[in-house]
Each structure stands twice: as structure tokens, then as C-alpha cells.
């Protein structure tokens, strides 16, 4: 049992330092000559016209929030229907539940107007 938790000892520490070599890494070996061009501020490859920062609505936020969600449970749902011949009964009503509880939270949102593009 303690060797199981060696395992994720390992891999959980792994985990921390590669990435953080990495960066320590590019900071370290990285070349360091700034100019005008390099520090410009450019939205796509053009440079900006006015003020860069803008303010954004945060319906934009809850759209993607909804996008995400169901994204998700495009995921969790694809192996369901690939293995439903082969499911019992608990996990077809673990399933039923589980799009229940998405179709509330659409109905929440739609009703808040989360939905509608002004």
C-alpha cells in the first residue's frame, strides 16, 4: 500500500518540477534584447488604434461558461451512448440525472437571459 503512494509521490513532484525547469529554463537561456518593435502592443499582427484596454461585457463570460458546459458534456456523454447496451440501470439513471441537472442550469441561465444577444 505505501508503494501506491510512492507512486503518486513521484508523479505528483514530477509534475511540479518539469514545468517549473522549464521556465526557470527559458528565463535563464532566453535572449534578453528589447526594443520598440519587440515591446509594441499589437492585437493579430496589427498594431492598435485607441485605447487597448477595453472593457468587455460579462455575458461574453456566461456564453462561454455555457459553451464549456456542454462541451463537457459532450465528453461524458459520448462514452455513455458509445457503451449503452452494456450499462445497468444505475447508470442509465446516473445518466438521466446527470443531463437533468445540465438542463436545469440551462433553464437558470436562460431564464436570468444569460442567453439572449443584445
Known sequence: MLSQYAF?????S????????AIILG???GPRRPDAVKNA???????TIG??????RAQYYLIGLVFVVFDVEAIFL????VAYEQLSMFAVFATIFFVLLLV???LYDW????LEWQ
Do not use: C, N
Not at 514530477?14 to 525547469?21: G, T, V
Not at 459520448?78 to 451512448?81: E, K, N
Not at 431564464?111 to 444569460?114: E, H, T
Open 27 to 29: 528565463h535563464i537561456l
Open 104 to 106: 436545469v442550469g440551462l
Open 8 to 12: 503518486i509521490l513521484i508523479m505528483s
Open 41 to 47: 502592443v499589437y492585437e493579430s499582427g496589427v498594431e
Open 78 to 81: 459520448f462514452p455513455i451512448a
Open 51 to 56: 485605447d487597448t484596454w477595453v472593457q468587455f
Open 111 to 114: 431564464r436570468k437571459g444569460a
Open 14 to 21: 514530477i509534475a511540479l518540477i518539469l514545468p517549473l525547469a
